[in-house]
């Protein structure tokens, strides 16, 4: 059983301080993170200077005590982190910057109150421990008071990217964000309320100046800035040699028994000068204030995630060649008895953790959790790579025996060997069974299935695959030592596992499994929204709480139009009362935000569209009218021009209307939409288009210009290729084929297969080849209609290049529509309709089903998919299991493609 990490609830203290409280009385609210506290008399501010006291997870009892009773003597308003967990969570390394620390929140009145309370909290919490809190200035040096300008309640809006947030008002009356940055950075019209200078812009940090640490040490660069500290690349003035420096920050990071950031780094640095030969040399440990540094030796090279990524990305469709993963696995044995014969456990053997040389050979770096078996530690662990006894050991406790490296080695060499997600989504254990799959499997059971899929034709999987299953053994005891890895690495390849049926045998998913995997998918959706509440549909994943709760992406129109279409192909338990809860839900709330946006994923275009499409399933006349007013409410000229945020995605959702309904209001709104994208359009003197957002639009997309589906030249072409179709608008259709050649010329053709840089700036530090957003899923998406349009065989190969590419990448990817294996298998399937019945494209769309299966989890006795990350299951379109079921509906089914609009062309 786990070490509670509540000992002393947080919640029953501040009950106990409002027992003696004097005053008018109290409101005390609780969310998921924050327990607000709140005088009945408080005024309810926009903005202003308030002030943020930080703790440790040992101190924070204290500090709650001390403040607390200074602010409810006061009567001030606060909140505070409810519970331990969430103050380890504000203290630790993977907090946001500008988050981190912050454990009390004060709200006064005016300035004056907060003047004269701030010496008195920092009186208060004198002398106890507590991070910096990077975004505010400190009262003083040292304090755990810290101020800074910005929102009480603020003013809530919807941005033009779609997303809910509280803005300060400027005095003109201008709303701006409220620049979390890790830096004192307030507003430029606000004044100090103590001496001290006017901070930093939030816009853009300064240059920064050379720093020099430690007398000696260059800073070239910054690789990494957590909240733990940065890690930067520098010279070693003494000798000229490049090295890595780490930085810890104080009360960061920290557990009762390891202390903060600083002793884990003392800790790492006595780690690597144990494991000397296999890890970075030391080169020096030194303070600097409050903060530790580590310099190490830079290692050329790239971490193993990379390289895996790399060499899979320039892989035939066989995936990494048998004798490099044999020749990874040999190292990686030897890298992990390296360890062990030092008495050591590493306890964190991941991809990110291990450096490929530039000539091959491997080596360790982050040391920091490698510890003698049976020492006391915090459990830590990278999701994916945990033996299961370390998952279900105490929080805190001796730390797990070398088996537990061994496990981490199987899931990694399982990296290796299949390119994807270590991380499998979590089973809820039921009594229900399936043939090969059973709810609360064991994580052999789940590999078994996984390697019978991959190693269909990746002969690197199948060669693999005994070690891996015999390394990940759920009991430490069953587990293969080193010996018997290496051992069976020097023996022939065996066998293939056998797959489960004539399906599997050629990587595709078999219909009996398709059909449960759809079915199963559908009845958690039912399930799942049979008890969502209130003003949120859907509300499982930290983008739904802050997206509009009815557009696609995220919202209930996207989870509405695929139970639409199931409930017309499917027999389901209470789908069709479902379908007309949703319906009624988005019915009575399709204006109910501060402003309509346009976008057909991120606005209300795809509100529309999807509640006119329920009201005709509904046969419901006036929803029907309904959502045709609301449409016809929308802006179609818009700054931004894309699918997803702007005027195409209007357009979109417009010209479907047109022909569902033959209003002219909606042919009109088809033609602003046209006419729009003709201005708007930049034309290069190659002759190359795009549609850039201005720089000076307020949104996070300001001056960007993409070649993809969802931002850029692919998806606003696809609209003017259907519009010119239902039209005959000639202007549209040229525009649509220059996009066409734009696109030509701007692909990268490698080996068969072809993607396209995620902006035409080039490539970025994302990688984005595979998918509908950015990638060749969603280029392709337009070209094989542009194909179809015209018959230019250019098209038809550079889709099927396209298609290639989305192949390859089926096993590196996540599950969703967006960045994932639903988007990347819609466009197998627009291609697979577009051509002669013997191609290849709607197997492969059934080996992308196989993937999703592969990687399912149970819940209460179904198959369903997790998100792109694999470890949460939301509900939503974009990223969660709607758009996996979507996909599945299509496949095993047929139908259009999910919200485009491909009409015929018009007599």
């Given at each position: 059983?786990?070490?509670?990490?509540?000992?002393?609830?947080?919640?029953?203290?501040?009950?106990?301080?409002?027992?003696?409280?004097?005053?008018?009385?109290?409101?005390?609210?609780?969310?998921?993170?924050?327990?607000?506290?709140?005088?009945?008399?408080?005024?309810?501010?926009?903005?202003?200077?308030?002030?943020?006291?930080?703790?440790?997870?040992?101190?924070?009892?204290?500090?709650?005590?001390?403040?607390?009773?200074?602010?409810?003597?006061?009567?001030?308003?606060?909140?505070?982190?409810?519970?331990?967990?969430?103050?380890?969570?504000?203290?630790?390394?993977?907090?946001?910057?500008?988050?981190?620390?912050?454990?009390?929140?004060?709200?006064?009145?005016?300035?004056?109150?907060?003047?004269?309370?701030?010496?008195?909290?920092?009186?208060?919490?004198?002398?106890?421990?507590?991070?910096?809190?990077?975004?505010?200035?400190?009262?003083?040096?040292?304090?755990?008071?810290?101020?800074?300008?910005?929102?009480?309640?603020?003013?809530?809006?919807?941005?033009?990217?779609?997303?809910?947030?509280?803005?300060?008002?400027?005095?003109?009356?201008?709303?701006?964000?409220?620049?979390?940055?890790?830096?004192?950075?307030?507003?430029?019209?606000?004044?100090?309320?103590?001496?001290?200078?006017?901070?930093?812009?939030?816009?853009?940090?300064?240059?920064?100046?050379?720093?020099?640490?430690?007398?000696?040490?260059?800073?070239?660069?910054?690789?990494?800035?957590?909240?733990?500290?940065?890690?930067?690349?520098?010279?070693?003035?003494?000798?000229?040699?490049?090295?890595?420096?780490?930085?810890?920050?104080?009360?960061?990071?920290?557990?009762?028994?390891?202390?903060?950031?600083?002793?884990?780094?003392?800790?790492?640095?006595?780690?690597?000068?144990?494991?000397?030969?296999?890890?970075?040399?030391?080169?020096?440990?030194?303070?600097?204030?409050?903060?530790?540094?580590?310099?190490?030796?830079?290692?050329?090279?790239?971490?193993?995630?990379?390289?895996?990524?790399?060499?899979?990305?320039?892989?035939?469709?066989?995936?990494?060649?048998?004798?490099?993963?044999?020749?990874?696995?040999?190292?990686?044995?030897?890298?992990?008895?390296?360890?062990?014969?030092?008495?050591?456990?590493?306890?964190?053997?991941?991809?990110?953790?291990?450096?490929?040389?530039?000539?091959?050979?491997?080596?360790?770096?982050?040391?920091?959790?490698?510890?003698?078996?049976?020492?006391?530690?915090?459990?830590?662990?990278?999701?994916?790579?945990?033996?299961?006894?370390?998952?279900?050991?105490?929080?805190?406790?001796?730390?797990?025996?070398?088996?537990?490296?061994?496990?981490?080695?199987?899931?990694?060499?399982?990296?290796?060997?299949?390119?994807?997600?270590?991380?499998?989504?979590?089973?809820?254990?039921?009594?229900?069974?399936?043939?090969?799959?059973?709810?609360?499997?064991?994580?052999?059971?789940?590999?078994?299935?996984?390697?019978?899929?991959?190693?269909?034709?990746?002969?690197?999987?199948?060669?693999?695959?005994?070690?891996?299953?015999?390394?990940?053994?759920?009991?430490?005891?069953?587990?293969?030592?080193?010996?018997?890895?290496?051992?069976?690495?020097?023996?022939?390849?065996?066998?293939?596992?056998?797959?489960?049926?004539?399906?599997?045998?050629?990587?595709?998913?078999?219909?009996?499994?398709?059909?449960?995997?759809?079915?199963?998918?559908?009845?958690?959706?039912?399930?799942?929204?049979?008890?969502?509440?209130?003003?949120?549909?859907?509300?499982?994943?930290?983008?739904?709480?802050?997206?509009?709760?009815?557009?696609?992406?995220?919202?209930?129109?996207?989870?509405?139009?695929?139970?639409?279409?199931?409930?017309?192909?499917?027999?389901?338990?209470?789908?069709?009362?479902?379908?007309?809860?949703?319906?009624?839900?988005?019915?009575?709330?399709?204006?109910?935000?501060?402003?309509?946006?346009?976008?057909?994923?991120?606005?209300?275009?795809?509100?529309?569209?999807?509640?006119?499409?329920?009201?005709?399933?509904?046969?419901?006349?006036?929803?029907?009218?309904?959502?045709?007013?609301?449409?016809?409410?929308?802006?179609?000229?818009?700054?931004?021009?894309?699918?997803?945020?702007?005027?195409?995605?209007?357009?979109?959702?417009?010209?479907?209307?047109?022909?569902?309904?033959?209003?002219?209001?909606?042919?009109?709104?088809v033609d602003t939409a046209v006419d729009h994208l003709l201005e708007r359009v930049e034309v290069s003197t190659d002759g190359d288009v795009c549609w850039r957002v201005p720089a000076d639009f307020d949104s996070r997309l300001a001056g960007a210009a993409s070649y993809g589906f969802a931002h850029g030249v692919a998806g606003i072409a696809t609209f003017?290729?259907?519009?010119?179709?239902?039209?005959?608008?000639?202007?549209?259709?040229?525009?649509?084929?220059?996009?066409?050649?734009?696109?030509?010329?701007?692909?990268?053709?490698?080996?068969?297969?072809?993607?396209?840089?995620?902006?035409?700036?080039?490539?970025?530090?994302?990688?984005?080849?595979?998918?509908?957003?950015?990638?060749?899923?969603?280029?392709?998406?337009?070209?094989?209609?542009?194909?179809?349009?015209?018959?230019?065989?250019?098209?038809?190969?550079?889709?099927?290049?396209?298609?290639?590419?989305?192949?390859?990448?089926?096993?590196?990817?996540?599950?969703?529509?967006?960045?994932?294996?639903?988007?990347?298998?819609?466009?197998?399937?627009?291609?697979?309709?577009?051509?002669?019945?013997?191609?290849?494209?709607?197997?492969?769309?059934?080996?992308?089903?196989?993937?999703?299966?592969?990687?399912?989890?149970?819940?209460?006795?179904?198959?369903?998919?997790?998100?792109?990350?694999?470890?949460?299951?939301?509900?939503?379109?974009?990223?969660?299991?709607?758009?996996?079921?979507?996909?599945?509906?299509?496949?095993?089914?047929?139908?259009?493609?999910?919200?485009?609009?491909?009409?015929?062309?018009?007599?």
């Amino acid at each position: 059983m786990r070490a509670s990490l509540d000992p002393l609830p947080l919640r029953e203290l501040l009950a106990l301080l409002l027992a003696g409280a004097s005053g008018d009385g109290w409101q005390v609210r609780e969310d998921d993170h924050w327990c607000h506290v709140t005088p009945r008399s408080h005024p309810a501010r926009v903005q202003g200077w308030k002030l943020h006291i930080s703790a440790t997870w040992l101190s924070a009892p204290t500090v709650l005590h001390r403040a607390a009773q200074v602010l409810l003597g006061r009567s001030c308003a606060f909140k505070f982190a409810g519970s331990m967990r969430r103050v380890i969570e504000l203290t630790s390394k993977n907090a946001e910057r500008s988050q981190a620390g912050k454990f009390i929140t004060v709200y006064p009145r005016d300035d004056e109150e907060l003047r004269a309370l701030a010496p008195i909290l920092d009186q208060a919490t004198a002398g106890l421990p507590g991070p910096a809190v990077l975004s505010d200035r400190p009262v003083r040096p040292g304090s755990l008071v810290h101020y800074r300008y910005g929102t009480f309640h603020g003013v809530p809006v919807l941005t033009n990217d779609g997303w809910f947030e509280s803005r300060l008002e400027a005095p003109d009356g201008a709303l701006v964000a409220d620049a979390r940055r890790p830096w004192f950075s307030p507003p430029p019209w606000t004044t100090l309320p103590f001496e001290g200078s006017p901070g930093r812009s939030a816009d853009r940090p300064a240059k920064p100046r050379p720093v020099l640490l430690d007398g000696r040490f260059r800073v070239a660069k910054a690789l990494t800035q957590t909240a733990r500290g940065g890690v930067y690349r520098a010279v070693d003035q003494q000798t000229g040699a490049r090295v890595v420096v780490k930085q810890a920050r104080a009360h960061i990071s920290g557990l009762s028994h390891v202390g903060d950031a600083r002793d884990a780094l003392r800790h790492e640095a006595e780690m690597l000068s144990r494991l000397a030969g296999v890890a970075p040399a030391v080169v020096a440990l030194f303070e600097q204030g409050d903060r530790l540094f580590l310099a190490v030796e830079e290692l050329t090279g790239q971490p193993l995630r990379g390289w895996v990524r790399a060499r899979w990305q320039a892989a035939p469709d066989t995936g990494l060649p048998t004798d490099e993963a044999v020749a990874i696995g040999r190292q990686l044995a030897n890298l992990v008895e390296t360890v062990h014969q030092q008495g050591l456990v590493f306890r964190d053997l991941t991809p990110g953790n291990v450096m490929v040389a530039d000539g091959g050979e491997l080596r360790l770096i982050d040391a920091e959790l490698a510890t003698p078996p049976g020492t006391w530690v915090a459990q830590a662990h990278t999701p994916g790579f945990a033996a299961p006894e370390v998952l279900a050991g105490p929080a805190v406790g001796p730390a797990p025996g070398p088996a537990a490296d061994h496990f981490a080695l199987g899931v990694l060499l399982c990296h290796i060997v299949t390119g994807g997600p270590a991380a499998l989504p979590p089973d809820t254990p039921t009594s229900v069974t399936d043939g090969d799959t059973a709810a609360g499997r064991s994580i052999t059971d789940r590999l078994t299935l996984l390697l019978r899929y991959a190693a269909v034709d990746n002969p690197a999987a199948a060669r693999l695959a005994p070690a891996i299953l015999g390394l990940t053994a759920a009991d430490p005891a069953q587990r293969w030592d080193l010996d018997r890895l290496r051992g069976h690495l020097s023996e022939p390849a065996p066998a293939a596992p056998a797959p489960a049926d004539g399906a599997a045998a050629a990587g595709r998913l078999c219909p009996d499994r398709q059909a449960q995997l759809l079915t199963d998918g559908v009845a958690h959706l039912v399930t799942a929204l049979a008890a969502a509440p209130g003003e949120r549909l859907i509300r499982n994943s930290p983008q739904v709480a802050r997206a509009d709760p009815g557009n696609v992406q995220y919202g209930a129109a996207g989870v509405l139009g695929v139970l639409v279409r199931a409930n017309e192909l499917l027999d389901a338990a209470d789908l069709a009362t479902t379908v007309t809860r949703v319906a009624r839900w988005l019915d009575a709330r399709r204006t109910a935000v501060p402003k309509l946006l346009p976008g057909l994923y991120f606005g209300r275009s795809g509100t529309a569209w999807a509640l006119h499409t329920a009201a005709r399933h509904l046969t419901d006349e006036a929803m029907a009218e309904r959502a045709l007013e609301l449409a016809a409410a929308i802006p179609v000229e818009w700054p931004n021009c894309d699918i997803t945020h702007g005027t195409a995605g209007a357009g979109m959702a417009s010209l479907q209307l047109w022909t569902q309904t033959k209003e002219p209001a909606f042919r009109a709104r088809v033609d602003t939409a046209v006419d729009h994208l003709l201005e708007r359009v930049e034309v290069s003197t190659d002759g190359d288009v795009c549609w850039r957002v201005p720089a000076d639009f307020d949104s996070r997309l300001a001056g960007a210009a993409s070649y993809g589906f969802a931002h850029g030249v692919a998806g606003i072409a696809t609209f003017l290729l259907a519009a010119a179709r239902a039209t005959g608008r000639a202007d549209a259709r040229t525009l649509a084929v220059q996009a066409g050649q734009t696109l030509v010329r701007a692909a990268v053709r490698r080996a068969g297969a072809a993607y396209w840089p995620n902006e035409l700036t080039g490539p970025t530090d994302a990688d984005l080849r595979y998918h509908w957003c950015h990638g060749a899923s969603g280029v392709g998406t337009f070209l094989v209609r542009l194909w179809r349009e015209t018959g230019e065989e250019t098209y038809r190969e550079l889709a099927h290049e396209a298609a290639v590419m989305v192949r390859r990448g089926r096993w590196l990817v996540g599950t969703s529509y967006c960045h994932g294996l639903a988007g990347d298998g819609e466009f197998l399937l627009d291609l697979a309709a577009a051509s002669d019945p013997g191609a290849p494209y709607h197997g492969w769309a059934a080996e992308s089903a196989a993937c999703l299966y592969a990687r399912h989890a149970r819940r209460d006795g179904r198959m369903v998919v997790s998100d792109e990350l694999t470890t949460r299951l939301p509900l939503d379109f974009g990223t969660g299991l709607a758009g996996v079921v979507g996909f599945l509906l299509r496949l095993r089914h047929g139908g259009p493609r999910w919200w485009l609009c491909d009409v015929p062309e018009q007599p």
